[in-house]
């Protein structure tokens, strides 16, 4: 997706598109796909970006919510960024999750804390 498309678009496509390339980057993950998973990713962050140029993340708190638990994983780490009281039980709930999704979100937790952790 081009950049002036995410401009073009409301911030309730923006949210779509964010979950949508949640979604299917963990599914991409599951089937070994590194081209799906970059473009997915590609997606995810495009939305998450324009959405933050225009001071709209709050938007993504509900998705908090959702039962796709990679969606939970972006979401907990992207509101670590303006509302970590959020982000965090998210995340350390999905760190106990056996797996790749479970150490991934420890690994965002531990950079976090250490202040590495960057966001798009």
């Known amino acids: 997706m081009s950049t ?26 599951e089937a070994a796909d590194s081209r799906a998973a970059n473009r997915a990713n590609d997606k995810l962050v495009g939305a998450y970006q324009e959405l933050r140029s225009r001071g709209a993340t709050s938007q993504l708190i509900p998705l908090l ?11 907990a780490a992207h509101v670590l960024e303006f509302a970590p009281e959020l982000g965090e039980p ?3 709930w ?9 150490f991934r979100a420890e690994y965002v937790l531990k950079a976090w804390r250490e202040g590495t952790l960057k966001f798009p």
């Open 90 to 92: 998210t995340l350390l």
């Open 94 to 102: 999905l760190a106990k999750r056996p797996g790749l999704l479970g």
């Open 65 to 75: 919510k959702s039962e796709d638990e990679t969606l939970r994983m972006h979401v």
């Open 4 to 29: 002036r498309k995410f401009q073009k678009a409301s911030n309730e496509e923006l949210v779509q598109w964010y979950a949508e390339g949640s979604v299917a980057y963990g599914k991409a993950l």
